[in-house]
T-cell receptor
Framework: SQTIHQWPATLVQPVGSPLSLECTVEGTSNPNLYWYRQAAGRGLQLLFY??????ISSEVPQNLSASRPQDRQFILSSKKLLLSDSGFYLC????????????FGPGTRLTVL | AQSVTQLGSHVSVSEGALVLLRCNYSSSVPPYLFWYVQYPNQGLQLLLK??????LVKGINGFEAEFKKSETSFHLTKPSAHMSDAAEYFC????????????FGTGTRLQVFP
């Protein structure tokens, strides 16, 4: 069966520090991968989308970036965190297709102080 | 462009009462529609989805939703609420036929009182 992992589960970082969040998927190949951010009371905001290794689409301009160095690995990064980067970050995968279910990871709670 | 509106950011019901969470969508093409549930500090889990065929869709945990094209709605219901149903619920619509990207509503937090 397929599983999706995210780490770390929680993170507290000072403003201006770098960030690296990791997401890995097991039990499937060539998944479409997503990074979302969930701010309190604001639903899910799609940040990045990837259909393959090295293929990243950015949905919104920001100081975050994403990379996909391996088929089932998706990394969210920042060189310098802002207070507004605080939130709950969710990774998700699908097997593709418009009716496909998105499967979400457990999330990372990021607090920037 | 596709969009989703969830009416009511908070809904409170008594245990055993009917649960009704409202979702209206706007789509230029026949939509694929989804309901997800999120428990505190966890990821989202699919409750049910409508793609084609039968307009009444049954999901997990006793939930169901009915696709009503004339009303552009996809409301989520459960006949009898349980304490364990307390969570946040998200309605979502597919962006188009050729992508698996979704547009999510802003969510409805369900509280269940004993």
């Amino acid at each position: 069966s397929q599983t999706i992992h995210q780490w770390p589960a929680t993170l507290v970082q000072p403003v201006g520090s770098p960030l690296s969040l990791e997401c890995t998927v097991e039990g499937t190949s060539n998944p479409n991968l997503y990074w979302y951010r969930q701010a309190a009371g604001r639903g899910l905001q799609l940040l990045f989308y990837s259909v393959g290794i090295g293929q990243i689409s950015s949905e919104v301009p920001q100081n975050l970036s994403a990379s996909r160095p391996q088929d089932r690995q998706f990394i969210l990064s920042s060189k310098k965190l802002l207070l507004s980067d605080s939130g709950f970050y969710l990774c998700a995968w699908t097997s593709g297709g418009p009716a496909g279910t998105q499967y979400f990871g457990p999330g990372t709670r990021l607090t920037v102080l | 462009a596709q969009s989703v509106t969830q009416l009511g950011s908070h809904v409170s019901v008594s245990e055993g009462a009917l649960v009704l969470l409202r979702c209206n969508y706007s789509s230029s093409v026949p939509p694929y529609l989804f309901w997800y549930v999120q428990y505190p500090n966890q990821g989202l889990q699919l409750l049910l989805k409508y793609t084609t065929g039968a307009t009444l869709v049954k999901g997990i945990n006793g939930f169901e939703a009915e696709f009503k094209k004339s009303e552009t709605s996809f409301h989520l219901t459960k006949p009898s609420a349980h304490m364990s149903d307390a969570a946040e619920y998200f309605c979502a619509v597919s962006r188009s036929y050729n992508t698996d990207k979704l547009i999510f509503g802003t969510g409805t937090r369900l509280q269940v009182f004993p």
